[in-house]
């Protein structure tokens, strides 16, 4: 379809900006994929062909509306398998958010000195992805699917049929990612400036809250930001502990660590 097609004409200040999808790395994609799946009850929506073309293999979870992304590189010389090895499997890769405009977005973006590194199109899917090096901590990622402002409508990433997997019982939204860095509050303002929107101090952490889900800033021990952690809504978080126990993937705090992340889980209510 053509652009316009997929890029009405909206201010990002006032735009729709949801956090949807998470992606992280995996040296080994279905050991991770089976613990993310038995730990927090979720089922696998799409496995997308696209991504070989990146030398990548990849899965889908949705958490009610929202992703979990894991990707797996198939060959060397991936930018995900680089990723691996710099950060040693330690840290989230990317967060993704929808919204109405992304090329609105992608023209501020630029504005201010952040480049695109990547831009997708195909069907009723655009896609603009930021050079993790000018955003610091993560890539982030725009994007629409047409029909897409329901949140249980199209979304192009997750495949043609994602509603049929969700599963309620245990895991319900994802409530934010965590970034961790050496100054939040500086860190944080560079994040606002991008997706245009104001920080707040909650629970004394920077925080981008979006229309849905949000963005915590969190001191971090490394020299550099990096994504180091997500918040889910559960219905039973003693349930999910004592899963991540059954895999070996409770970490020293406490929390759950999968995928090379740490896993906050609130309980729903």
């Avoid at 379809?1 to 949801?18: F, T, Y």
């Avoid at 979720?42 to 949705?62: H, T």
């Avoid at 992608?106 to 000195?113: P, Q, T």
């Avoid at 997750?158 to 509050?185: D, F, N, V």
Wanted: charged content about 25%; aromatic content about 6%.
């Amino acid at each position: 379809m053509a652009a316009a097609a997929v890029q009405p004409a909206v201010d990002p200040g006032r735009d729709r900006l949801r956090l949807r999808q998470v992606c992280l790395v995996a040296a080994n994609l279905a050991a991770e994929a089976e613990s993310i799946r038995r730990i927090f009850g979720l089922e696998v929506c799409y496995r997308d062909p696209n991504v070989a073309r990146y030398g990548l293999e990849n899965v889908l979870f949705p958490v009610g509306t929202d992703f979990i992304e894991i990707v797996s590189p198939t060959q060397p010389g991936t930018a995900a398998g680089r990723f691996l090895e710099r950060t040693g499997g330690r840290c989230g890769y990317m967060v993704i958010m929808d919204c109405n405009a992304p090329l609105v977005r992608k023209a501020h973006c630029e504005s201010i000195g952040v480049r695109t590194a990547n831009l997708i199109r195909h069907d009723s899917y655009l896609g603009v992805q930021l050079h993790p090096k000018d955003t610091g901590g993560a890539m982030l990622e725009f994007n629409r699917t047409e029909g897409g402002e329901d949140p249980m409508g199209p979304y192009a990433p997750a495949g043609p049929a994602w509603q049929k997997a969700i599963r309620r019982e245990t895991s319900t939204r994802m409530l934010s990612a965590e970034i961790e860095c050496p100054e939040p509050g500086a860190f944080s303002a560079r994040w606002a400036a991008i997706l245009q929107r104001p920080v707040s101090l909650e629970k004394d952490a920077p925080t981008i809250r979006l229309d849905t889900g949000s963005i915590r800033f969190l001191p971090g021990t490394g020299p550099q930001a990096v994504m180091a952690g997500i918040e889910l809504e559960v219905i039973d978080r003693e349930r999910v502990l004592r899963a991540a126990r059954e895999f070996d993937c409770i970490g020293t705090d406490g929390n759950v660590q999968a995928c090379g992340i740490r896993v906050r889980v609130t309980e729903a209510g």
